[in-house]
């Protein structure tokens, strides 16, 4: 897999951001414009899968857990501790897992923008 680019955002500019200014630079952005009322209603419940076995999609992808947990933002202990069943990945966690098990390459290229 493709290591991930640095992150160029300037967090303290954002963190500078009204919630006026973040809604007007949202509406502006063409390639990404928020959901209508109407489409967000489109939207359907999600449920997320009660167990997921993250070392079965660890190694489905061929990498490490260190290479696991860098290219998914994620620390490396947290992969070691679900892997091992000592805890389990929280609800998102599940989903996003799931994301990455059926479309890792959209995930990365996602993550990298």
Same mark, same amino acid.
């Given at each position: 897999m493709k290591k991930m680019p640095k992150d160029k955002t300037n967090w303290s500019k954002v963190k500078s951001l009204t919630e006026k200014q973040i809604i007007v630079a949202a509406k502006s952005d063409p390639d990404n414009k928020p959901l209508t009322r109407t489409q967000l209603k489109k939207f359907k419940r999600?449920?997320?899968?009660?167990?997921?076995?993250? /070392?079965?999609?660890?190694?489905?992808?061929? +990498? %490490?857990? /260190?290479?696991?947990?860098?290219?998914?933002? +994620? %620390?490396?202990?947290?992969?070691?501790?679900?892997e091992q069943h000592r805890r389990k990945p929280t609800t998102i966690a599940r989903n996003f897992l799931k994301v990455i098990e059926k479309a890792p390459k959209a995930v990365l290229k996602a993550l990298a923008a």
């Open positions: 999600v449920h997320p899968p009660s167990e997921i076995d993250v /070392k079965a999609i660890r190694k489905k992808l061929h +990498v %490490s857990q /260190k290479e696991f947990a860098s290219y998914f933002g +994620v %620390s490396i202990r947290t992969i070691q501790e679900w």
